[in-house]
């Protein structure tokens, strides 16, 4: 019932965003432009800065409705390529080390869950035509338990590329969310816990964070090199052969 709910709700998003006259979609257009600058415009009159300190105190006063709001951006972020890490060091900067990952874990498996459906139900012209990065991984990554699981815990792909991945490869959707919040889950309290250290900079617990950071880039570039070392020498035997 649940997943069936889920693929309803998932359909429905996808038919108000994505469908209609080619009108249609030009007002939408229009009117998210008009959104953004109409925001840019009240915070810039209001004075509103984005600092650390204001975007922790803004979210601080929301209450009970931060949290449902930060899982919100979650859900919708497949629809607008919005950066995952960006979001993760957000959550640990307004909610804290611990509450902030689960919160972004949470979201996460959400918004995978948005991204899996969509590929699976529009395509895979339309998932290339929407995504800017890592369109060639669609075709030479084989999307199994394993690989989104490692994918999702090293930040060598975008999620969204994942989350696409899948969605157009054959895997069980159960078995597709498993190993994607397994994997997803390390990552947001890794970068979760730096977030949660940018209002004290200079600190012990911000240079271990700063840390974990550096490890974790050290580790996405090395398997990044060799990834396409491996590329390069494929194509090599291949040439050969030819």
């Given amino acids: 019932m649940i997943i069936q709910s889920i693929r309803r709700f998932i359909r429905d998003i ?15 257009f229009i009117l998210l432009v008009l959104l953004g600058v109409l925001t840019g415009y009240l915070a810039f009159r209001k004075g509103f800065r984005l600092t650390p300190e204001n975007f922790k105190a803004f979210i601080v006063a929301l209450g009970a409705a931060g949290p449902v709001l930060y899982i919100a951006i979650f859900v919708v972020r497949p629809l607008f390529l919005i950066p995952s890490i960006a979001l993760f060091i957000a959550g640990g900067l307004a909610f804290g080390p611990i509450l902030g990952p689960l919160y972004a874990s949470i979201g996460a ?3 995978g869950t948005v991204g899996f459906w969509i590929a699976r139900k529009m395509g895979h012209d339309y998932v290339k035509s929407k995504l800017k990065f890592g ?3 669609l075709e030479t990554t084989r999307f199994h338990f394993s690989v989104i699981f490692l994918l999702s815990l090293i930040p060598v792909m975008p ?7 899948a969605g157009l490869s054959p895997i069980p959707f159960n078995r597709y969310l498993l190993a994607h919040v397994l994997g997803i889950t390390p990552r947001a309290f890794a970068y979760g816990f730096f ?6 900079i200079g600190s012990p617990r911000f240079s271990a964070a700063l840390i974990v950071l550096v490890l974790m880039t050290l580790v996405t570039l090395y398997f990044r090199l060799r990834s396409k ?14």
């Fill in 109 to 111: 498996g959400m918004g």
């Fill in 195 to 200: 977030g949660s250290t940018l209002l004290e």
């Fill in 159 to 165: 999620v969204t590329v994942i989350n696409y991945g």
């Fill in 135 to 137: 369109k060639e991984s």
């Fill in 229 to 242: 070392s491996s590329k390069t020498q494929s194509q090599s035997v291949e040439e050969q052969k030819d």
């Fill in 14 to 28: 996808s038919s108000s965003l994505f469908g209609g006259t080619p009108e249609k979609k030009i007002i939408k």
